[in-house]
């Protein structure tokens, strides 16, 4: 359930460096190589799916186990009260730029509200 040529399947498998904050069985979650906040971390599924188009009700846990990271990783971090932002992108027009889903958790900072 990996593809060979995804840059964050070579992460997970630890063939590509990266700084790993949290892994379990289901997801993994490492920093983003070009940082949009001051942290900013990308929660993976270990398993290869492209896009949160991809996802079926097969695929519910997987999705459930991806947000559940987040509240964990906020700890990790230490900004559980503050709080954070989750973005997941996908496809051409949402910005979409690795084929392999992921959400972006942003924090450390006030966010600007993304609907303005
Ligand atoms: P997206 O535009 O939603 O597909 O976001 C992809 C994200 O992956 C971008 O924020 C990139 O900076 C990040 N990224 C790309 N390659 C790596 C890498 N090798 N390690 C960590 N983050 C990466």
Redesign the pocket.
Known sequence: MTDASC?FCK?IAGE?P?EMVYQDEQVSA?????P?API?I?IVPNMHIPSTNELTSQDVTIAGHLLAAAPKIAEIEGIFERGYRLIA?TGRDG????PHL?V?FLGGQPMQHPLG
């Not at 490492?30 to 070009?34: A, I, M, S, V």
């Not at 910005?95 to 690795?98: G, K, L, M, S």
Request: proline letters at 0%; a positive charge; glycine letters at 0%.
């Open positions: 840059i992460i590509l990266a490492f920093r983003d190589l070009h949009k900013h990308l992108n910005r979409q730029e690795v992921h972006h």
